[in-house]
Structure formats: structure tokens, C-alpha cells
């Protein structure tokens, strides 16, 4: 742990701060956007057709007019297993180029607080479980996704650079695995809970006798729904300001054959599931270790069958949505 976390915790208001989420149309910003509409604070998002978030110039442009107060590094390439596997010049390149833009902008532009949200896959291949936020770099990433993941990486330094050097209050949070409205429901390359939750449903509609779940079904993952992640980022962003990141997840995980039976149980297929073992399972096991936001006064609040019924929910009423390409949901 570093240092400066004992004197981590402070009390910064966002009432009547001017709050910029950048990656307002993805899942996690459009998350922490409802959030911060519901308590009134002022938000600001850029559009993707004005702003693109791999072009430095545009960005510091962007951000020296606009003045944020806080800016929310919600803006990222994302995408499941085989995506980042199939992508990697796309992942690194443009996650690099997306948050080292939005930190040194910010920082030019004098924002008084910056949260960069990162995820689990930061942490080495072979972790103690539950992983605690100093595992960082103490050993190889799982390969599928350590293009996305050195990226996150480099997102975490950069925070703790400027706060370092500049002594700017830019904090960064690791959620596990997400799922909930606005995410990317494409059967190959989103992540398992949306993938699945389509394919049930189509198999469903279809009257189909089985459905076929990749890898073994035997990885445990740890899922927040992104509602409640939000409510954490507005948690950090009021009462943590260390140079250390922090997990955010809920503290317990399934295996993919629960989250299997469980989407099956939500979207009401009949028929069977088969394991395809010639696709990856990826690390075996990601929970995170969530103490130290347990220990700052938060937790998470949305059960895993409420949060699922949501997110299908939320896929049954845009359907038009959950078929668009992955890159429309960044930034
Ligand atoms: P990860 O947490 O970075 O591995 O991301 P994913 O959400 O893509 O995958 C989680 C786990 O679900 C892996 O073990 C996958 O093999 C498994 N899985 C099972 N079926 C699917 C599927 O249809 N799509 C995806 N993306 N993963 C699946």
C-alpha cells in the first residue's frame, strides 16, 4: 500500500461541480450519467462525431473550452475474450491514446478531481484470491486480454504520475466483470453476460434444442452490475482521494456453469447446454478483494438475479441497440 492512502479520505462534494463522463454512450458512462442526473449535478459529455478521444488535439481543445470541474474516464475500447484476442493493435493503440489524452487534458485544463475506471484484468494471471490491489504487477497478465490490460495499466500510472509530480487529485477504480443497460449484446464479441443473454433468448424464440456456452463452464467470475458501480464512482470521487486504485466489485463470484443455468433460468429456455471446449476460458479465477473499499463505507447493493432480470430487461426493449457495433458504445 502506498503511503499517502492514510490520509486517502476526504470529503469533496460534486453538488455544484461541473462533471465531465467521458464514454457517456457506453455502459459504464451512461451509467455514471443517470447517477449524477438523479442527484443533480451538472454533466457534460462530448460526442463522438465532435470529439474523437484518440486525437490529442481535439482533446485538449474539448477540455481548455469546456473547464470541467471533475472529469470521469468512463471512455474506452472494450470487448470480451475473443475480441481482445482477435484485436490487439486496436486495444492497446486506442486505450492508451483514449486515456492518456483525457489525463493530461485534464490535468492542462486545471480539473480539480479525475476518476479513471479501469477493470480486473490489470491483475496477473495467477493472483491470491481474492485479489487485493497490490497484486498489480507482481506477475505475467493472462494473455487473452493483456492488450486491454496494459493499457489500464498505464491509465493507473499516469493517475499516480500526476498526482506525484503535479500533485493533481486524479484517483482511478477497478470494477470486475459488468453487465446491466447499454451494454453490447453481440453473440461473438461482447462479454459472457451479454452473449449469452442473447443467444438464450434467440434460442428461445427459435424453439433451438440447445445453446452452446464456450470453454468449460468451470472459471468463476465475480459480476457488479453497473448501476451500482456508478454509485460507487460518485462514492469515490466525494471520499477518496490516494494514489493507490481501488477494487469495486461485489466480494463474491460464481462459475460460468451457475451463470449458464441462471440465464437460462431469466430468458426461459427449455432446451440444453453444450460446452464448446475449442474456445478459451481465460483466467480461472478474478475475484477481487474489495476490503478497502469496504473499509472507505461502501458496498454494492443490486443482487445478481435482479441485476440479471435487469440487464434482459433492458435487451428485450433495445433490441436495435444490442445489435450495434462494439466501437459505437466507447466514446
Ligand atoms: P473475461 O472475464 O475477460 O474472460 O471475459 P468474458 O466475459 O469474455 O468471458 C468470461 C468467461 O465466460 C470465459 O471463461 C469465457 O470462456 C466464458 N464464456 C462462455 N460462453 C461465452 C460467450 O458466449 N461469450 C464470452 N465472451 N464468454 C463466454
Known sequence: MNADLTNASLTYRLAGKRVYVAGHRGMVGSAVVRRLQRDGVEVMTSSRDKVDLRDSAAVGAFLKSAKPDVVVVAAAKVGGILANDTYPADFLYENLMIEANLIHGSFVSGAEKLLFL???????KVSPQPIPEDALLTGPLEPTNEWYAIAKIAGIKLCQAYRKQHGADFISAMPSNLYGPND????????????LLRRFHEAEQRGDREVVCWGTGTPRREFLYVDDLADAC?????NYSGYDHINVGTGSDITIAELSETVKRVTGFSGAIRWDHSKPDGTMLKRMDTARLASLGWKSSTSFEDGLAKAYRWYLENPVRGGEVPAAAQH
Open 118 to 124: 479501469g477493470s480486473s484484468c490489470i491483475y496477473p
Open 184 to 195: 453490447y449484446f453481440d453473440p461473438e464479441k461482447s462479454h459472457v453476460i451479454p452473449a
Open 234 to 238: 460518485v462514492f469515490l470521487l466525494e
